[in-house]
Nanobody, 122 residues
Framework: QVQLVESGGGLVQAGGSLRLSCAAS????????MGWFRQAPGKERVFVAI????????GYADSVKGRFTVSRDNAKNTVYLQMNSLQPEDTAVYYC???????????????WGQGTQVTVSS
């Protein structure tokens, strides 16, 4: 079973930036599609970003496109989410997840991290 641990969350002012990291266990990290999701209080968990196995293809939710960048370093078993121009609407718990297929639906991801809180003040 893949183990995922997110880090890098915190409190920032609107317009600021954060870089989230997700460290994965195992030697098969490069075989997994990696996704980022977020969940605000009282809301459903929603898709944020996705990156393919090699890191050459990425996808983003419309709400973050142009502001967030997902990348991965397979040698370090780590996926990143660079978040720029943060707004209060980005406040949520951010989760890293692993899938065997390139899909955006949370139900397609078998492994999840514990989440890291991102709070953006106005």
């Amino acid at each position: 079973q893949v183990q995922l641990v997110e880090s890098g969350g915190g409190l920032v002012q609107a317009g600021g930036s954060l870089r989230l990291s997700c460290a994965a266990s195992g030697r098969t990290f490069s075989q997994n599609i990696m996704g980022w999701f977020r969940q605000a209080p009282g809301k459903e968990r929603v898709f944020v970003a996705i990156v393919n196995r090699s890191g050459t293809v990425t996808g983003y939710a419309d709400s973050v496109k142009g502001r967030f960048t997902v990348s991965r370093d397979n040698a370090k078993n780590t996926v990143y989410l660079q978040m720029n121009s943060l707004q209060p609407e980005d406040t949520a718990v951010y989760y890293c997840a692993a899938s065997r297929i390139y899909r955006n639906a949370p139900s397609q991801y078998a492994y999840w991290g514990q989440g890291t809180q991102v709070t953006v003040s106005s």
